[in-house]
């Protein structure tokens, strides 16, 4: 008797199981976050890259000027990149340099190298919706991608943006950082390789802002993905932004003396 | 000037030594400067010139070696209207730069600052301030020196030797923002030894979360000249003395989100004062700067700053501002000309005087860029700094020029 009770209790145990088994499946905020996390996992461990950058800026009527420079990345573990940035062109701008420490919670640190009087100087990072260099990119879309400075939701699975032959995963992210220029931003992220293709950048007051493409991926020690081409443009002024990537090499030794203060001073 | 060409031979030996490719790989920048300087009230002094212009020169080669040597040379050169002591010919660097893991060692002739704050850097001991260059203080002549620096996670631990002290560059007779008489270019005096008494300075610094901490210790010449009062042919004229000093000092600055807090400070001990006493004082630079990101339309930000200079001696001291509140904005436009203004008041807290500071600079061309700078020096109490400058106001227009 006893043994019959157990295996009756089984089957609806079994029948119950099988009832409630949308409410134990994953929710779009789950899901959201473990494809954050399935991407972060797919990039860990590239140590380090050094990329040669060409930004176009176009205004509403078509002028374009041109802004030069480089940058340095280190992985760190168990926290957020450390990354330095230098600037070639225009002339005025030649030689100062930025060096940011990327923190997985709290505010990044972040000095700047202004050669003509030799100061590195501490600043704010909390500049983060401001403009790059005039350009059409915030501090925010350039600093380093951190699982935890977001919180995320998945909306659909669609073909993705100007590259349908691929099924997207879209997502929405939300900052966790209050002086971020965003509500929110929709992702929409490839399933074979989980490369990024296209963002969508909503302001403060939830109103499309900005549109990112991503294209001209390349592959790296035969695992990491890099778009070499980036297009940014903004529907409230009409401007847009092109970053041409002309070179990326990875692993080529940069250690942790790299990205400190002394090295910034070095840095041209 | 002898060292200069010592250095300058020990460079064109090392040319001859190396091969050919030597000068393929040298990189090299230049800087054109015209600038025209404009002071609305005519002179007060005798001899002064009214307006003046001036073109400079700024080059500067670099040169990698193999394993993590470098040596930079950036020679810079002025030929101004009015002033012969503001045409001169300078070594702003002159460097030889060796660096592992946790070390960097430097030697020759460098620029090196150490400061936090926007209004004053106390703390710079290294570099002397070229004044007759630039009247908002920030050029600093090239100083001879040996540099070593460690890294450590307690810290950077840096130690200096200065084997050749640089007096400061001061206006001549022609010139205007100079005191009357003006100081005699020759024959300055240094307190103990001569301009080949070794300085040295030790200093330590880190960072600790949003907190950047540093401290020093410097055994040298103070770069402020106290007056050497030289009757010639019974004609009172200044000379400069250059005192022996000590000094502890540091500074702190804590980066909280927009809000930055800065302090620098300084305790010294064997500089004379205006009444030729030689106490110890203490004088310090307390601020704090707030930004504003993206106000004004989309790409705009805004910097505000105060800051509150301090010195024990108060009238006694020959610096300007010791008992002095600074007001300062930055706007920065972030547009594609990179367009700036910083507009900065300094009210003397003594009642003696106010000080007006205009900076607006913008892209030109991708290799030109214009500076609109200006000074007001107003409402000086009689004998003080300010009432020596009262006639000084000026307008300054700067081209630069990059190739």
Redesign the interface.
């Given at each position: 008797m006893k043994q019959s009770l157990k295996i009756f209790s089984l089957i609806i145990l079994g029948f119950l199981n099988l009832s409630i088994l949308p409410v134990f499946a994953e929710t779009p905020e789950e899901k959201g976050l473990r494809l954050a996390i399935e991407a972060d996992l797919r990039d860990q461990g590239f140590q380090d890259t050094t990329s040669d950058m060409v930004m176009t800026?176009r205004?509403a009527h078509g002028?374009e000027?041109?802004r030069e420079f480089y940058s340095k990345t280190l992985e760190v573990e168990g926290d957020g990149d450390k990354s330095i940035f230098i600037f070639d062109?225009?002339?005025?701008?030649?030689g100062t340099a930025v060096l940011t420490f990327t923190h997985k919670a709290g505010?990044d640190?972040q000095w700047l190298y202004l050669p003509a009087?030799?100061?590195?100087?501490?600043?704010?990072?909390?500049?983060k919706?401001?403009?790059f260099?005039?350009s059409e990119f915030a501090y925010e879309d350039l600093s380093s991608q951190e699982v935890e400075k977001y919180t995320y939701k998945w909306i659909e699975d669609i073909a993705c943006p100007g590259f349908e032959e691929e099924i997207c995963y879209v997502n929405e992210d939300y900052p966790v950082d209050k002086?971020s220029?965003y509500t929110r931003r929709v992702v929409w992220m490839d399933q074979s390789e989980y490369r990024i293709r296209k963002i969508d950048f909503y302001d403060r007051k939830n109103e499309l802002l900005k549109t990112l493409i991503f294209s001209n991926y390349k592959q790296y020690v035969e695992k990491y993905w890099r778009a070499h081409y980036l297009h940014m443009v903004n529907h409230?002024?009409g401007k847009e932004t092109e970053v041409d990537i002309e070179k990326i090499v990875f692993q080529s030794g940069l250690?942790d003396?790299d990205f400190?203060?002394?090295s910034l001073k070095?840095v041209? | 000037m002898r060292l200069f060409y010592l250095l300058y031979i020990c460079l064109l030996f090392s040319i001859n030594n190396t091969s050919y490719s030597f000068f393929e790989d040298i990189e090299f920048e230049g800087e054109l400067f015209l600038s025209g300087r404009y002071f609305p009230s005519g002179p007060e002094y005798s001899s002064q010139k009214n307006n003046n212009s001036s073109l400079a020169l700024k080059t500067e080669f670099f040169y990698e070696f193999e394993q993590q040597d470098s040596i930079v040379v950036s020679p810079f050169i002025r030929l101004d209207s009015s002033d012969s002591n503001r045409s001169k010919a300078d070594l702003r660097e002159f460097l030889y730069t060796s660096y592992g893991e946790d070390w960097e060692l430097s030697f020759g002739i460098g620029q090196v600052f150490w400061g936090v704050a926007e209004s004053k850097n106390l703390v710079d001991m290294v570099n002397q301030v070229d004044e007759v260059e630039d009247a908002f203080g920030l050029t600093k002549l090239g100083q001879p020196l040996a540099n070593f620096t460690f890294i450590r996670d307690a810290g950077y631990f840096e130690a200096y030797i200065m084997p050749y002290f640089r007096p400061r560059p001061l206006p001549g007779k022609k010139g205007r923002l100079r005191t009357d008489p003006h100081f005699l270019k020759n024959n300055p005096k240094f307190e103990g030894g001569s301009q080949w008494t070794p300085e040295l300075a030790l200093r330590w610094l880190n960072t600790y979360g949003e907190i950047d901490l540093s401290a020093h210790l410097f055994f040298g010449y103070a770069k402020n000249p106290s007056i050497d009062i030289r009757v010639i042919d019974g004609i009172t004229n200044y000379g400069a003395a250059y005192q022996r000093i000590r000094q502890l000092g540091g500074t702190l600055q804590r980066t909280s989100g927009s809000t930055l807090y800065k302090m620098e400070y300084i305790v010294r001990d064997g500089q004379r004062d205006a009444n030729r006493n030689r106490n110890g004082f203490i004088s310090t630079v307390t601020g704090i700067e707030y930004n504003f990101y993206r106000i004004m339309g989309d790409n705009t930000d805004l910097s505000l700053i105060l800051e509150y200079i301090y010195d024990s001696r108060r009238d006694r001291s020959s610096e300007l501002l010791q008992d002095d509140l600074f007001m300062a904005s930055r706007w920065s436009l972030n547009d594609n000309f990179n367009s700036e203004v910083f507009v900065s008041s300094i009210f003397d807290l003594d009642g003696d005087g106010q000080t007006y500071q205009f900076e607006f600079s913008r892209r030109i061309t991708d290799s030109l860029s214009g500076t609109v700078k200006s000074a007001i020096y107003q409402n000086g109490r009689k004998g003080s700094t300010l009432y020596i400058l009262r006639q000084d106001s000026w307008l300054e227009v700067e081209l630069k020029y990059f190739f």
């Amino acid at each position: 008797m006893k043994q019959s009770l157990k295996i009756f209790s089984l089957i609806i145990l079994g029948f119950l199981n099988l009832s409630i088994l949308p409410v134990f499946a994953e929710t779009p905020e789950e899901k959201g976050l473990r494809l954050a996390i399935e991407a972060d996992l797919r990039d860990q461990g590239f140590q380090d890259t050094t990329s040669d950058m060409v930004m176009t800026l176009r205004n509403a009527h078509g002028e374009e000027s041109i802004r030069e420079f480089y940058s340095k990345t280190l992985e760190v573990e168990g926290d957020g990149d450390k990354s330095i940035f230098i600037f070639d062109h225009p002339r005025d701008v030649s030689g100062t340099a930025v060096l940011t420490f990327t923190h997985k919670a709290g505010p990044d640190d972040q000095w700047l190298y202004l050669p003509a009087l030799k100061r590195v100087k501490r600043i704010s990072s909390d500049n983060k919706s401001g403009s790059f260099v005039g350009s059409e990119f915030a501090y925010e879309d350039l600093s380093s991608q951190e699982v935890e400075k977001y919180t995320y939701k998945w909306i659909e699975d669609i073909a993705c943006p100007g590259f349908e032959e691929e099924i997207c995963y879209v997502n929405e992210d939300y900052p966790v950082d209050k002086s971020s220029g965003y509500t929110r931003r929709v992702v929409w992220m490839d399933q074979s390789e989980y490369r990024i293709r296209k963002i969508d950048f909503y302001d403060r007051k939830n109103e499309l802002l900005k549109t990112l493409i991503f294209s001209n991926y390349k592959q790296y020690v035969e695992k990491y993905w890099r778009a070499h081409y980036l297009h940014m443009v903004n529907h409230n002024t009409g401007k847009e932004t092109e970053v041409d990537i002309e070179k990326i090499v990875f692993q080529s030794g940069l250690k942790d003396s790299d990205f400190n203060r002394q090295s910034l001073k070095r840095v041209r | 000037m002898r060292l200069f060409y010592l250095l300058y031979i020990c460079l064109l030996f090392s040319i001859n030594n190396t091969s050919y490719s030597f000068f393929e790989d040298i990189e090299f920048e230049g800087e054109l400067f015209l600038s025209g300087r404009y002071f609305p009230s005519g002179p007060e002094y005798s001899s002064q010139k009214n307006n003046n212009s001036s073109l400079a020169l700024k080059t500067e080669f670099f040169y990698e070696f193999e394993q993590q040597d470098s040596i930079v040379v950036s020679p810079f050169i002025r030929l101004d209207s009015s002033d012969s002591n503001r045409s001169k010919a300078d070594l702003r660097e002159f460097l030889y730069t060796s660096y592992g893991e946790d070390w960097e060692l430097s030697f020759g002739i460098g620029q090196v600052f150490w400061g936090v704050a926007e209004s004053k850097n106390l703390v710079d001991m290294v570099n002397q301030v070229d004044e007759v260059e630039d009247a908002f203080g920030l050029t600093k002549l090239g100083q001879p020196l040996a540099n070593f620096t460690f890294i450590r996670d307690a810290g950077y631990f840096e130690a200096y030797i200065m084997p050749y002290f640089r007096p400061r560059p001061l206006p001549g007779k022609k010139g205007r923002l100079r005191t009357d008489p003006h100081f005699l270019k020759n024959n300055p005096k240094f307190e103990g030894g001569s301009q080949w008494t070794p300085e040295l300075a030790l200093r330590w610094l880190n960072t600790y979360g949003e907190i950047d901490l540093s401290a020093h210790l410097f055994f040298g010449y103070a770069k402020n000249p106290s007056i050497d009062i030289r009757v010639i042919d019974g004609i009172t004229n200044y000379g400069a003395a250059y005192q022996r000093i000590r000094q502890l000092g540091g500074t702190l600055q804590r980066t909280s989100g927009s809000t930055l807090y800065k302090m620098e400070y300084i305790v010294r001990d064997g500089q004379r004062d205006a009444n030729r006493n030689r106490n110890g004082f203490i004088s310090t630079v307390t601020g704090i700067e707030y930004n504003f990101y993206r106000i004004m339309g989309d790409n705009t930000d805004l910097s505000l700053i105060l800051e509150y200079i301090y010195d024990s001696r108060r009238d006694r001291s020959s610096e300007l501002l010791q008992d002095d509140l600074f007001m300062a904005s930055r706007w920065s436009l972030n547009d594609n000309f990179n367009s700036e203004v910083f507009v900065s008041s300094i009210f003397d807290l003594d009642g003696d005087g106010q000080t007006y500071q205009f900076e607006f600079s913008r892209r030109i061309t991708d290799s030109l860029s214009g500076t609109v700078k200006s000074a007001i020096y107003q409402n000086g109490r009689k004998g003080s700094t300010l009432y020596i400058l009262r006639q000084d106001s000026w307008l300054e227009v700067e081209l630069k020029y990059f190739f």
